[in-house]
């Protein structure tokens, strides 16, 4: 029984530290930015359709800037 839990803990002690370290990292928002897709004279593209500008749009990840000291000027 003793060698069945001393073979267990390292296993719980590493899910643990897995666990905490996963908390501490700070998670990123999401953002869509979409921007005019231009053709090649640089004009904007319009939808027949709709007569609205085509969009190209990505997905971006915005991360928290963190405050810190500002580095001192060499003189």
């Known amino acids: 029984m003793k060698n069945l839990l001393y073979s267990l ?31 090649k004279a640089g004009k904007v593209v319009v939808d027949k359709k709709t007569n ?7 997905k971006i990840k915005i991360h928290k800037k963190l405050e810190g000291t500002p580095v001192p000027e060499k003189k």
């Open 9 to 39: 803990v390292p296993v719980a002690l590493g899910i643990g530290l897995l666990f905490l370290a996963n908390l501490s990292h700070a998670e990123a928002q999401i953002k869509e930015v979409c921007k005019d897709r231009k053709d």
């Open 52 to 58: 609205k500008p085509v969009q190209d749009c990505k």
